[in-house]
């Protein structure tokens, strides 16, 4: 496929969908908010139903590549969108914190469901050598629709918090109906042990490779929630106004969007994924370190857009990766698997960056940000691409095959 050719419809409607959902989802920040004043819990408390939300999303998104992989990705994907909408409409509903408690617990359940199926259908959609591409353009999509979530939010947010979630609710429904009717149906083959997939097929805890992604890639969760949910506390300690995370947040979205071109320039396509990794964290640094040492606003924004290019570089990279070590038919589960690091950071970032916070500032909360992505740049310069088990091949013509050859008729193709 040349350089220059669009990508496949699918990943396109994809793309779009993906941006349609992200209007909505700005109601999850304000979880807390809500059950503080509406039900007049204590922020421990408010922070607990937070946390069993980001627990709730580890099983989610291991369900979401499990089904992924057996009923279908688009199947997948519309069941856990209706999910979100109705645990979403049950929160906006709740008369009592018992009830908003449920809304938010089951909410994570079906959180997640999304992601696995997804990332597999653009992983197995898109030649392995434009995957970073399509995977970037992704994460990009998302930044897109957050710039114009944050807007939806600032207004529904000052008539009703209750809105938001009606709305994002709303949203859902539509991306479902998008999906239902623009992606053609798939049925997957029933999984089978063979000379290529195995055990590590339906295994993939037990494929180390896939492990050592999944070890850097939940520190890197981590840090990356830290930053969205101890900034607005952080400035406000820094005598600046809290809101002023907004502003952040968006320049942040506005470089990802806007330097995607870097993700195809030669020098950055030539580069290795270990060397790739090791220079995004990096730059995560650089802005971390921004975070801890300066104070005005002008280079706090400097600060964020220096780490959103590191994001960019991090995210096309790693869903690549992780699509290159899944077996035939296994790419839903490979991608659940790693996807579980986001649950991980969402349960332990509220608990430990509000600690650090509270007893050491906001000095030493970014710069051990800082000194944990330069310790992951040097783990991940170690990891070099000999040492990396290399992808498995695909037979063309394979039942479930990843490669940009006609399916068998039991699985229409996913690429028009």
């Known amino acids: ?15 779009l969908a993906r941006v349609v959902n992200r209007l909505g989802a700005f109601s999850l920040p304000f979880l807390t908010a809500l059950i503080s004043t509406d039900h007049a819990a204590s922020l ?20 979401g590549g499990h089904l992924a992989d057996r009923i279908g990705r688009r199947t997948t994907i519309v069941l856990g969108l209706c999910g979100c909408a109705v645990a979403q409409l049950a929160i906006a509903a709740s008369a009592s914190l018992t009830w908003a408690v449920a809304g938010a617990v089951l909410l994570g359940l079906a959180f997640e469901l999304y992601e696995p199926p997804s990332q597999a ?42 809105w938001l979630f009606v709305t994002d609710a709303a949203t ?22 063979d000379d290529q997939g195995g055990d590590t097929a339906v295994r993939p805890l037990r494929d180390r490779a896939l492990l050592g992604v999944l070890a850097t890639g939940t520190a890197y969760a981590l840090i990356n929630q830290q930053t969205v949910i101890a900034l607005p506390l952080a400035l406000a300690r820094q005598g600046l106004p809290a809101a002023d995370a907004g502003l952040l947040f968006t320049a942040a979205a506005a470089t990802t969007v806007l330097a995607q071109p870097l993700v195809r320039l030669p020098w950055t396509t ?30 706090l924004l400097a600060s964020a857009a220096v780490m959103s290019l590191g994001d960019l570089l991090i995210m096309g990279r790693v869903y690549a990766r992780v699509t290159d070590l899944a077996p035939p038919g296994g790419s839903g589960r490979y991608l659940a698997v790693f996807g579980t690091s986001w649950g991980v950071a969402a349960t332990l970032a509220p608990l430990l960056g ?33 040492s990396a088990r290399p992808p498995r091949r695909r037979a063309p013509g394979r039942r479930g095959s990843a490669t940009p050859v006609a399916p068998p008729v039991a699985a229409p193709d996913l690429r028009s």
């Open 121 to 162: 259908i653009i992983g197995e959609s898109v030649p392995e050598q434009h995957r970073v591409r399509a995977f970037s353009l992704f994460s990009a999509a998302l930044a897109a629709g957050g710039m114009g979530a944050g807007l939806l939010a600032a207004l529904l947010g000052r008539w009703d918090l209750r």
């Open 270 to 299: 030539r580069l290795t994924t270990p060397v790739a990794l090791a220079v995004a964290h990096l730059l995560l640094a650089a802005g971390l370190s921004g975070y801890a040492l300066t104070r005005s606003l002008p280079a």
């Open 44 to 63: 421990t408390t408010a922070g607990l139903v937070s946390a069993a939300f980001g627990l709730a999303t580890i099983p989610s998104r291991l369900a």
């Open 354 to 386: 509000t600690q650090l916070l509270a007893h050491a500032g906001t000095t030493a909360l970014w710069s051990v940000m800082a000194g944990s992505c330069l310790l992951l740049a040097a783990l991940h310069l170690r990891c070099t691409p000999e």
């Open 1 to 15: 496929m040349p350089r220059s050719e669009p990508l496949p419809r699918t990943v396109r409607l994809l793309l």
């Open 172 to 193: 859902c429904l539509a991306c479902a109906l998008l999906i239902r009717l623009a992606l053609p149906r798939d049925r997957p083959a029933p999984p089978a042990a």
